[in-house]
Nanobody, 117 residues
Framework: QVQLVESGGGLVQAGGSLRLSCAAS????????MGWYRQAPGKQRELVAA???????NYADSVKGRFTISRDNAKNTVYLQMNSLNTEDTSVYFC????WGFGYHYWGQGTQVIVSS
């Protein structure tokens, strides 16, 4: 089992920045990749960014050049640095873990990000 706890959400003005954190615990050794998803009201959950065990990253087109995913293995923590935020980034952001390559089956509780105009 993997437990995930997000933090760092909040209210920010358009153009501003936030950094989200996701602390993992439990069966850390099983984690193949970690990702950040987001879900806005009335919309489907979408993958924002992901990072694999070997450090490879990928991003949704809508956030490329603005968001950066990174990790601190010593702290078992993954970060999402979000810059140049706009109102369309307003969502609940979820951290997810892919254990053993079977897909993202472990989820955090979510953290709200609100970008005001």
């Amino acid at each position: 089992q993997v437990q995930l706890v997000e933090s760092g959400g909040g209210l920010v003005q358009a153009g501003g920045s936030l950094r989200l954190s996701c602390a993992a615990s439990g069966s850390i050794f099983s984690i193949n990749a970690m990702g950040w998803y987001r879900q806005a009201p009335g919309k489907q959950r979408e993958l924002v960014a992901a990072i694999t065990r070997n450090g490879s990253t990928n991003y949704a087109d809508s956030v490329k050049g603005r968001f950066t995913i990174s990790r601190d293995n010593a702290k078992n923590t993954v970060y999402l640095q979000m810059n140049s935020l706009n109102t369309e980034d307003t969502s609940v952001y979820f951290c997810a873990a892919d254990a053993w390559g079977f897909g993202y089956h472990y989820w955090g509780q979510g953290t709200q990000v609100i970008v005001s105009s």
